[in-house]
């Protein structure tokens, strides 16, 4: 039943435009609104926000067609996106997918014909932790059974709307299984940043008599933000988002800019798959991460911060702006912050599905409301960043880091961890093991000692950081955690003894081939051809000559890619072969080259418009296949 | 004298423009035949392979069940295998159909095309079966060396098979590289 | 005392602000390219330019060049993968070079010969990818196209239209017309636009003149790229003075 007079396009996207007033720079917000709204961008939008926001047309399809959550076809009246993590696949996602669809009595990947749902996988969602998990029109579902895809069915088939939807359904946990030095005592708000602004001294009278009070304030602000930075440089913290650098040198590059106009920007796109601590920070830590940011403004002097969230995370929306109203209010965030001179303040962005976006420069792209491809290496953001701006780009822990640096000093912090890995590390714990979920520790802690804490003892491999990280096997779990030895963003998915690893390296190709923004050549195309050669093993046509073609697209991609994305696309392949070469040898039923595709299969359309059946219109495969 | 080199030749799905291009080293087909022999070849009109021979030279992509057979049987039974000219190295113009499906193809041929009297889609038992696309020859077997052109001309033809006779590199120097 | 970065053990002399592609060229040293255009500045997207410093790749066309740098750039390995990208770009897209207008004339294929590639090597993937005949005077087809955003370039910089842009991501993006319908004919382009002109490959041509001059007396059937870019940047190297 449609109703009697469906709002046309340009009334459904006024309030809309009116909400981010009507500014180019936020079309991505907007779009990820009309879809929310449509369940699809339809043309007709997307041609009125062109004109309407003055963008060419050609650039706003091509934002649409970048991210995966925006589509110019409707979706339904229930988008369903299930998480296609190997986690998730273990957990018997694919068969629950199969269950739902039959309950649904729709095709993966179609919206039914009558418009009311459409199921499809997605890249992991991050509640790896409590799979098999998924979106529904963007909230998150998560330890999905069997009676629970065929609740949601019924839910879905009675068009129960999703607000009266069981809240059980929606339950994300974020508790943390382990907690060290930072979260056995978490900041209250306003503890680091009270800290970092009394660094200033206070604001003496002795000063008033040769400065003009304001002048005696900005003083006194400065001075401040200049003592918490010697804290963030004593305490060797490095980013936490996988790359290390040195958060000290990083701000100080920021805060020794030239223009006065500088951003501060917390990539929350947690898009490594099998990583889920940034959405337990951003639960049950968001004051620490907020604190850090604006700690952070101290420090380099910016009056804006903007969080970057990825989608998967969009439904933290409400508790994420309520923290921030409280911080308003507490004198935490806004102008004059604590009676101090410190003005800043925080945004929310959201993404919409695209794992590239978690790159830096990639996701300032997105904030500006473009395409999520990585710009070139140089300036870097820190002189021209958002905006063209001095930005400081962070990870959400390395905030809540900072956050803690300033309230308990850079010595304290510096105690905890390694020589160059200093403090702390949330790891995301998956897989098979007992007790998933977050884990605090120093850095240098053991890929055992976490086996052992997390109920592992069967594990034959870990997929420590990501697909985009190392296979370790179990001749490596006595390696350590840490810069110098087995860097990672934290991630560790966890394979028992009984898992065939090949299921994991198919899913990571897959997860680079849908996930490589397209840009430059080597990632773009090699990270289809490995996707291509792991699928012709996983049919038996594999031989050590395509093993050792995908060596080389390997070597080439890690060499001569634009960005970090391609050039550890190939990792899981090359360690892999060399941690599981079983997986790939156990998979071979020839030693020649043979085709990728079944050659008797490439006459079948033949067969059919001809109706030849005779011997001649078959090909014999050239290795004999297995009854 | 040395024995000569073996060596077997076929067009598959090619125009056999490169064989014409091979008899084009002109009167080097003289120094050329003193240490070779042909075996299977157009030139020779022989139309099976004898045995195992030294190089093979193949010209044309894989569109069919027969391209596959001789593709396979040449494998089988050359000691090198070559890919010469375009439609050998990339599937090149009749790799032009793979834009389409086969029915496509075959009913835009048999069925509706102009000049159409006996819509029929042919169904011969005698007639080699197509394959859904037309493929390089590097998809269906392992290749040694490839010779580009189309053709290749006569004189990247003698480089090659001048430097392989002589046992050297028989790499092309790039002013002879040329894929039209 | 001069700026100088050794490429390849040898000096090469710089300015400031320029990269090292910039300055190895100025210096008649080729290093082979294909999204970056003198006029249209750096892409970082083909990945051919690459060297090596200190162990570590950059692509050229978007690298300073900075004093006593050992820029590692024309060795066996780094030649070796930029081979291997052209065969990439060639599996990649539908490149019939004999059927093809820009054939001799066409950058892509002449870096292909530069770099000693005589095969594709890797799977061909034949992907269906959109025509567009549609306009009077210009044809897209996108068959050829490598996406190095030269045409969306010179559209916005030069011609001042934006007729173009890219869609989609990985290997499903597309190049992409700017006009109501998507096609060529609705949009501003005229044929003596100077995107057209930067297209690297025969993906965006004017039509009628594709075979105004004989296959095998083009351009690159006379010189190799490298020579002829060569030549060129440095008659305009005595022509800026």
Redesign the interface.
């Given at each position: 039943m449609k109703p009697a007079a469906a709002p046309s396009i340009q009334e459904i996207l006024e309030p809309i435009l009116l909400r981010y007033g009507g500014r180019p720079d936020l079309l991505l917000q907007i779009l990820i609104a009309v879809q929310k709204k449509l369940s699809c961008v339809p043309p007709a939008a997307i041609?009125a926000l062109a004109e309407r926001l003055a963008i060419?047309?050609?650039?706003v399809?091509?934002v649409v067609?970048?991210y995966a959550f925006l589509s110019t076809e409707f979706q339904g009246d229930y988008a369903i996106y299930l998480s296609d993590n190997i986690t998730d696949q273990m957990l018997g996602s694919r068969e629950l997918a199969a269950h739902l669809c039959g309950k649904l009595g729709v095709s993966l990947g179609q919206v039914r014909a009558d418009g009311r749902v459409s199921v499809r996988f997605t890249s992991c969602t991050g509640m790896c932790d409590q799979g098999p998990a998924g979106l529904i029109n963007f909230r998150p579902v998560t330890r999905l059974t069997r009676d629970r895809m065929e609740r949601i069915a019924d839910l879905v088939n009675a068009r129960v709307p999703m607000e009266d939807w069981p809240g059980e359904l929606f339950q994300v946990e974020t508790a943390m299984r382990r907690s060290d030095v930072v979260f056995r005592r978490p900041l209250k708000p306003g503890e680091g940043l009270r800290a970092s602004l009394e660094r200033g001294g206070e604001i003496l009278s002795t000063w008033a008599e040769d400065l003009a009070p304001s002048d005696a304030r900005k003083h006194h602000l400065e001075r401040g933000g200049a003592e918490t930075l010697k804290e963030i440089y004593k305490s060797g913290l490095r980013g936490r988002g996988g790359a290390g650098f040195k958060t000290g040198i990083k701000w100080q590059s920021v805060r020794g800019a030239s223009d006065p106009e500088r951003y501060v920007l917390c990539n929350a796109d947690e898009g490594e798959p099998g990583t889920f601590k940034d959405r337990v920070l951003l639960t049950d830590y968001a004051d620490m991460v907020f604190e850090g940011m604006t700690i952070c403004g101290h420090a380099v002097g910016a009056r804006k911060g903007i969080l970057y969230v990825r989608q998967e995370y969009a439904y933290l929306e409400e508790h994420l702006e309520g923290v921030l109203a409280r911080r308003r209010e507490a004198g935490l965030l806004g102008e004059n912050i604590l009676d101090s001179a410190l003005d800043f303040d925080i945004g929310i962005h959201f993404g919409a599905g695209?794992y590239?976006c978690g790159m830096e420069s990639a996701m300032i792209k997105s904030i500006e409301g473009r395409?999520g491809i990585p710009r070139?290496?140089?300036p870097l953001p820190v002189h021209h960043g958002y905006r063209r701006k001095p930005t400081v780009v962070n990870n959400v822990e390395t905030f809540a880091a900072a956050a803690v640096i300033s309230a308990r000093g850079g010595e304290w912090y510096a105690r905890n961890g390694t020589a160059e890995s200093s403090g702390t590390k949330l790891f995301c714990v998956s897989g098979d093991c007992e007790r998933p979920g977050i884990y605090e520790y120093p850095w240098g802690v053991t890929v055992r000692e976490v086996l052992r804490d997390c109920g592992a003892l069967e594990a034959q491999g870990v997929q420590v950081g990501g697909p985009s990280g190392t296979l370790i096997n179990a001749g490596d779990f006595d390696r350590e955690i840490s810069f110098e030895d087995l860097s990672s963003v934290g991630t560790m998915m966890v394979f028992a003894k009984q898992r065939d690893l090949f299921d994991a390296v198919r899913n990571y190709a897959q997860f680079f081939?849908?996930?490589?923004?397209?840009?430059?050549?080597?990632c773009?195309?090699?990270?289809?051809?490995l996707a291509?050669y792991v699928e012709k093993f996983a049919k038996g046509y594999g031989s050590p000559?395509d093993l050792e073609e995908m060596q080389?697209?390997g070597?080439?991609m890690k060499?001569?890619?634009?960005c970090g994305l391609g050039q550890t696309a190939s990792l899981h392949i090359s360690d892999s072969i060399a941690k599981f070469p079983s997986i790939w040898a156990g998979r071979m039923r020839t030693t020649?080259?043979i085709?990728?595709f079944d050659?008797d299969g490439?006459?079948?359309?033949?067969?059919s418009?001809?109706?030849?059946t005779?011997a001649?219109?078959?090909?014999p495969h050239?290795v004999p296949q297995e009854a | 004298m040395a024995e000569k080199l073996k060596v077997a030749t076929c067009s598959l799905a090619g125009c056999f423009g490169c064989h014409m291009s091979l008899l084009d080293i002109d009167e080097r087909l003289v120094d050329l035949l003193e240490v070779v022999a042909f075996d299977r070849s157009p030139i020779d009109d022989l139309k099976q392979i004898s045995g195992p021979v030294d190089l093979g030279l193949i010209e044309g992509g894989v569109c069919n069940a027969e391209n596959v057979h001789v593709l396979q049987e040449f494998r089988r039974l050359c000691k090198v295998l070559v890919a010469v000219g375009e439609c050998g190295i990339t599937g090149g113009i009749p790799s032009m159909r793979n834009g389409f499906t086969l029915k496509e193809c075959l009913e835009e041929s048999y069925i509706r095309g102009v000049g159409v009297e006996f819509a029929h889609i042919p169904d011969d038992p005698e007639l080699p079966l197509l394959l859904d696309k037309v493929r390089p020859l590097h998809h269906i077997v392992k290749i040694d060396y490839f010779l580009p052109g189309c053709p290749p001309s006569a004189d990247a033809f003698w480089h090659f098979l001048t430097a392989r006779m002589a046992g050297q590199d028989p790499t092309l120097p790039n002013a002879l590289i040329h894929f039209d | 005392m001069t700026n100088a970065f050794h490429l390849d053990g040898l000096e090469v002399p710089f300015q400031e602000g320029q990269t090292i592609l910039q300055a190895a060229l100025a210096a008649g040293r080729y290093i082979p390219h294909l999204c970056w255009h003198p006029d249209l500045g750096p892409h970082g997207s083909c990945r051919l330019c690459t060297v090596v410093i200190s162990g570590r790749p950059f692509s050229s066309c978007t690298q300073p060049a900075m004093k006593g740098q050992a820029v590692a750039c024309r060795t066996p390995e780094l030649n070796g993968m930029r081979k291997a990208i052209m065969q990439m770009l060639f599996v990649e897209g539908n490149h019939h070079c004999p059927s093809c207008e820009k054939s001799g004339n066409c950058r892509l294929q002449a870096t292909a010969y530069d770099l000693g590639m005589q095969d594709s090597h890797f799977p061909h993937q034949f992907p269906k990818r959109e025509r567009d005949m549609s306009h009077p005077d210009v044809f897209l087809d996108r068959d050829r196209c490598i996406r190095c955003e030269r045409c969306v370039r010179a559209s916005r910089i030069y011609d001042g239209k934006d007729v173009f842009g890219v869609h989609g991501r990985g290997m499903h993006s597309t190049l992409a017309v700017n006009s109501p319908s998507g096609l060529l004919a609705d949009s501003q382009i005229a044929p003596e636009d100077r995107s057209i002109q930067a297209c690297p490959t025969g993906a965006l041509m004017a039509k009628r003149v594709g075979f105004v001059v004989p296959i095998g007396e083009r351009v690159y059937d006379r010189e190799p790229i490298s020579v002829l870019e060569l030549r060129k940047y440095a008659a305009e190297e005595v022509h800026h003075g």
């Open positions: 041609a060419p047309l050609v650039r399809q091509g067609s970048f695209a590239i395409r070139q290496r140089w081939r849908h996930e490589s923004c397209g840009l430059c050549t080597s773009r195309i090699g990270t289809t051809l291509n000559v080389g697209i070597q080439i060499t001569m890619s634009h020649e080259f085709p990728a050659l490439a006459l079948a359309e033949a067969r418009l001809t109706g030849r005779d001649d219109a078959h090909l050239p | - | -």
